[in-house]
Nanobody, 127 residues
Framework: VQLQASGGGSVQVGDSLRLSCAAS??????????RGWFRQAPGTEREFVAAINWNGGSTHYADSVKGRFTISRDNNKRTIYLQMNSLNPQDTAVYYCAAGSSAWYRGIVHSTFYDYWGQGTQVTVSS
């Protein structure tokens, strides 16, 4: 399975971006599966951003993005999205999408429970 992330770019403070992550196969739709977004800024460890369960009925966010970011999915398109509003310079990072067949119940905030990763897309927010 391959994950293809897209939608990054350079924006100003307060702007919005929408990231997409398309899977090459229709999978991760079993109960317990999860898909998510992580990010990594230079010199820091990869951190959890948001995750969504197999049918989109449940979501979870890092405190730093809660209320500003929204994760969603379209299983017909095998794609998840991350709508990012009110961006600030602390959001600058490479954003990675991930998927795991059992990530939702094993621990969606932990990168170790994800089986597949996208290549990353750069988001840069300037003041």
């Amino acid at each position: 399975v391959q994950l293809q992330a897209s939608g990054g770019g350079s924006v100003q403070v307060g702007d919005s971006l929408r990231l997409s992550c398309a899977a090459s196969e229709r999978t991760f739709e079993n109960f317990g599966a999860g898909r998510g977004w992580f990010r990594q800024a230079p010199g820091t460890e990869r951190e959890f951003v948001a995750a969504i369960n197999w049918n989109g009925g449940s979501t979870h966010y890092a405190d730093s993005v809660k209320g500003r970011f929204t994760i969603s999915r379209d299983n017909n398109k095998r794609t998840i999205y991350l709508q990012m509003n009110s961006l600030n310079p602390q959001d600058t990072a490479v954003y990675y999408c991930a998927a795991g067949s059992s990530a939702w119940y094993r621990g969606i905030v932990h990168s170790t429970f994800y089986d597949y990763w996208g290549q990353g897309t750069q988001v840069t927010v300037s003041s």
